[in-house]
Antibody
Framework: QVQLVQSGPEVKKPGASVKVSCKAS????????FSWVRQAPGQGLEWMGW????????NYAQKFQGRVTMTTDTSTSTVYMELRSLTSDDTAVYCC???????????????WGQGTMVTVSS | SSELTQDPAVSVALGQTVRITCQGD??????ASWYQKKPGQAPVLVLY???DRPSGIPDRFSGSSSGNTVSLIITGAQAEDEADYHC???????????FGGGTKLTVL
């Protein structure tokens, strides 16, 4: 099964942007779907959006529209999430999560990256 | 509504059965998923679709559904089941995903 390895922790100032990567092992990258889910300290999980490596189609949560961009690089089996205009409210652990063909109908994430801590502080 | 509502905390005696519920209008139309989340670890999918368990998830985890409410049932709870449990589903539009606020399960 595919494994997901994310980039390391980031510290950013308010107003800056952050770009987090998520590299997938295995050769079935384009058959999967990927989302980004974040968890702020003491809060629940929050869905940010979804991208298909097959055709690059994206769907972002309304809350992040205009501020987030998700992309893929099929040559390296990597998914990226860029979040702009950061505020302290964006301090959270950001996880990439994968949908395999078996779980796409129910939109269930059965593979997860290890998480990337993004801290926004002046 | 596109929200999923969970009780913040539930406790269960070791070896007993516990039900964790998730309520929302979208659950009338879309499957729910359940994730186990322990501090410092990535979420783990424990139940999805029509009461399906991923490989490696013990069969003490099961689910039920009625109307706009789904439940995760742990039959014979173990100490290692102590975690936060989050439900999710597509939202009412079908294009986005929503998570419940999570339920902290304590095994006594």
């Amino acid at each position: 099964q595919v494994q997901l390895v994310q980039s390391g922790p980031e510290v950013k100032k308010p107003g800056a942007s952050v770009k987090v990567s998520c590299k997938a092992s295995g050769d079935t990258f384009t058959t999967y779907g990927f989302s980004w889910v974040r968890q702020a300290p003491g809060q629940g999980l929050e869905w940010m959006g979804w991208i298909s490596p097959y055709n690059g189609n994206t769907n972002y949560a309304q809350k992040f529209q205009g501020r987030v961009t998700m992309t893929t690089d099929t040559s390296t089996s990597t998914v990226y999430m860029e979040l702009r205009s950061l505020t302290s409210d964006d301090t959270a652990v950001y996880c990439c999560a994968g949908l395999t063909p078996r779980t796409m109908i129910s939109h269930s994430y059965n593979i997860w990256g290890q998480g990337t801590m993004v801290t926004v502080s002046s | 509504s596109s929200e999923l509502t969970q009780d913040p905390a539930v406790s269960v005696a070791l070896g007993q059965t516990v039900r964790i519920t998730c309520q929302g209008d979208s659950l009338r139309s879309y499957y729910a998923s359940w994730y186990q989340k322990k501090p410092g670890q990535a979420p783990v999918l424990v139940l999805y679709g029509n009461n399906d368990r991923p490989s490696g998830i013990p069969d003490r985890f099961s689910g039920s559904s009625s109307g706009n409410t789904v439940s995760l049932i742990i039959t014979g709870a173990q100490a290692e089941d102590e975690a936060d449990y989050h439900c999710s589903s597509r939202d009412s539009s079908g294009y986005a995903v929503v998570f419940g606020g999570g339920t902290k399960l304590t095994v006594l």
